[in-house]
């Protein structure tokens, strides 16, 4: 009779799997509480921006009524008809119970100005706002993200310095001042320079089809994707920076670098990704952008998108349009940051613990 065999034997076996699997068990229940509160969280934050959207906007001074009819020979009684048909009329509490329950169903309710649903209108801008945020997203991020880690790593060099002093600089520059001045130089022309570029619009118009469409577009692009870019990157290149900088110290570069490890190859795989974590949150923080866009830059370039819709509005002001933009990118950010929270523990084990 082998030891396996006895009662002994068994219970030891069955103790032995039962201690191999508390770990996995406690480390899946940790992350589940972590998502659990993560998500709650998310709600919580979601359920805000409903009570924000609705208050927030009835402070702007103006009739959006009055507004709708200017210049139009109105009476008194035309002007009553049109709040009642728009809900106005209603009291204040009446009007947020009212749309609260229809946000939460997905209505967004029904543009002032348009005459049509806001989710319509929000989904008909939202592919090119897509396009000019996301390329520029995925161009500052990346840029941001090397030009950190070479300026971490040459810590104190003419390079830091000028990347740096770069970064900071145009970071501070107001983006739609940038863009015009991007304009002024580079579509209209000044001196030698000649107009190379469109002032404004997504395309010609002109009725090109095909890869001629791709080029147009594209090259209404060069502008505004700049202007984004260089305002944009000098965040993500100074947290990647500081993070970096906090990493070169530790103890186990020094041990790879004992082991024979060249200098690149103990950036690129110890350092590097240790300093990373701090940056996801960065990057999903961008990636939130994309859907907000940017409203001075799309309204600056004429850009067809969801900037110059909610510039369009705010004009008015359309209310259920701009309660609707305003959920919309508020939504966006807090899901990137939900998927950033997520994600978390799976880089790194320590945290949500």
């Given amino acids: 009779m082998t030891t396996a065999s006895t009662p002994a ?7 032995a799997r039962a201690t191999d699997g508390a770990p996995r068990t406690g480390v899946a229940s940790g992350y589940l509480r972590h998502a659990a509160g993560k998500l ?13 959207s609705f208050f927030l906007f009835r402070i702007i001074p103006g009739d959006p009524v009055k507004a709708m009819t200017h210049g139009i020979p109105t009476s008194a009684e035309q002007l009553a008809t049109l709040r009642r048909q728009f809900g106005l009329d209603l009291p204040l ?15 967004l309710g029904t543009s002032f100005q348009f005459r049509a649903p806001v989710g319509e209108l929000i989904a008909a801008k939202l592919p090119a706002t897509l396009l000019l945020t996301g390329v520029a997203v995925v161009l500052y991020s990346a840029l941001g993200l090397w030009l950190g880690t070479r300026s971490a790593w040459r810590h104190g060099r003419l390079g830091d310095k000028v990347n740096t002093g770069i970064a900071l600089t145009l970071w501070s520059v107001p983006s739609f001042w940038l863009g015009l001045l991007l304009i002024i130089v580079f579509s209209v022309g000044t001196g030698p320079v000649p107009g190379l570029f469109p002032t404004g619009g997504m395309e010609s118009g002109t009725g090109e089809t095909g890869f001629a469409y791709v080029l147009d577009v594209a090259h209404h692009l060069v ?9 944009g990157y000098a965040q993500t290149l100074l947290v990647m920076r500081s993070s970096l900088l906090d990493e070169m110290g530790g103890d186990y570069l020094t041990t790879a670098r004992a082991k024979g490890l060249k200098d690149d190859e103990v950036r ?18 961008n990636l939130g952008h ?17 900037g110059g819709l909610f510039y369009q509005a705010l004009s008015v002001p359309d209310l259920p349009l701009v309660q609707g933009l305003f959920v919309v990118f508020a939504g966006a950010m807090i899901l990137m940051n939900l998927i950033a929270d997520l994600l978390y523990p799976l880089l790194d084990p320590r945290v949500g613990r």
């Avoid at 709650?40 to 924000?52: I, P």
């Avoid at 509490?93 to 209505?107: M, N, P, R, S, V």
């Avoid at 940017?294 to 850009?303: A, C, D, H």
């Fill in 9 to 15: 034997g068994v219970a030891r076996a069955e103790e």
């Fill in 40 to 52: 709650g969280g998310a709600l919580v934050s979601l359920l805000a921006v409903l009570v924000t």
């Fill in 93 to 107: 509490w009446q009007q947020f119970t009212d749309y609260c329950a229809k946000a939460l169903t997905g209505d």
């Fill in 223 to 231: 502008l505004p994707v700049v202007t984004l870019v260089a305002v």
């Fill in 268 to 285: 690129r795989r110890h350092a590097v990704p240790n300093a990373l974590l701090p940056t996801v949150t960065m990057v999903f923080i």
């Fill in 290 to 306: 994309v859907a907000a866009g940017s409203i001075l830059v799309e309204t600056v370039f004429s850009w067809p998108g969801l």
